[in-house]
């Protein structure tokens, strides 16, 4: 791929009270790690990790420090998906590269966090790039190093009861799918866009980031009512891949969880049950029905 990118690695929930967010997405039938901590910032989080990517529940647990920007995009938008991390093995060499192809990113960033084991408290570091918001469809994004990854991925936390097991795809509403398709493949390398109908898929290791129009993102999810719907352009749900659809189904009925199955036996989440993200469940067989089900 482009620029020293191998993937998506992880997207950002940011939710309005951290413990509640923790609550939901294990009642959703997620396994939760411990909580960890910012170094130096007034935020926190929770992860769900998978073999190769994860999901990160962020909230603020000191509002008199430093929060990144998540207090104005709580106000402003409420709980959702608030961005997207992109895995580089070189955090320094990528922003090499992404100047030399014309981007502007920022200066590689050093950040730690404090996670919370019960056999005492360990320090993941990580080297990140940010990207301007204008070079990325409007989304926040940034490249993401991990340094120590031995203490984040941990075969305990990789195991879901719903039955996920990775980041399939990512759904981000747009005004004009089409355009972006020269800029994504700037970032990402030649041929990883595709265009179908109205929809931009980017493949971005094994995950697809999908540029849908508003019209679409209702037409996709007829039985989801999407209300008090974002300014454009945000990100508006998250893909998985399981097994078995029909296990999913079942855990979220045992849970009193609200969910429905699409023609194609992918199962559904409306935003209401999981922190104003639009969650999908599907088998990779499935996938190709439906532009949120990944590719």
Not at 81 to 100: C, E, F, N, P, W
Request: proline content about 6%; glycine content about 12%; some cysteine.
């Amino acid at each position: 791929m482009g620029n020293g990118i191998t993937g998506v690695d992880h997207t950002l929930v940011g939710v309005r009270d951290l413990e509640s967010g923790r609550a939901v997405y294990q009642r959703l039938g997620f396994t939760v790690t411990p909580r960890g901590s910012h170094i130096g910032w007034g935020t926190a989080n929770y992860c769900i990790m998978f073999p190769n990517n994860y999901v990160e529940l962020l909230g603020i647990v000191d509002a008199s420090q430093f929060t990144a920007g998540l207090d104005d995009i709580l106000a402003e938008r409420g709980e959702g998906l608030i961005g997207m991390a992109l895995q580089t093995a070189d955090a320094g060499g990528s922003r090499v590269k992404l100047v030399d192809a014309g981007f502007d990113p920022s200066e590689v960033q050093d950040l730690s966090r404090n996670l919370e084991l019960p056999d005492g408290t360990v320090q993941p570091s990580f080297r990140l790039v940010h990207l301007p918001a204008d070079e990325t469809a409007g989304v926040r994004t940034f490249l993401c190093q991990h340094l120590n990854r031995e203490m984040v991925w941990r075969n305990d936390w990789i195991g879901h009861a719903n039955g996920a097991h990775g980041l399939s795809s990512v759904a981000v509403v747009v005004n004009d799918p089409e355009s972006l398709m020269e800029g994504m493949e700037k970032l990402f390398g030649p041929g990883t866009a595709t265009t179908t109908d109205d929809c931009l898929a980017v493949h971005v290791g094994e995950t697809t980031v999908f540029f849908v129009t508003a019209t679409d993102l209702d037409l996709l999810y007829p039985d989801i009512d999407i209300q008090d719907e974002p300014a454009v352009p945000y990100i508006a749900a998250m893909g998985f891949h399981v097994a078995n659809a029909a296990d999913t189904a079942r855990h979220l009925s045992a849970g009193n969880i609200v969910h429905h199955v699409g023609p194609d036996g992918g199962v559904r989440v409306p935003p209401e049950e999981a922190c104003g993200v639009i969650l999908e469940f599907a088998p990779p067989q499935q996938r190709s029905t439906g532009p949120l089900l990944g590719a």
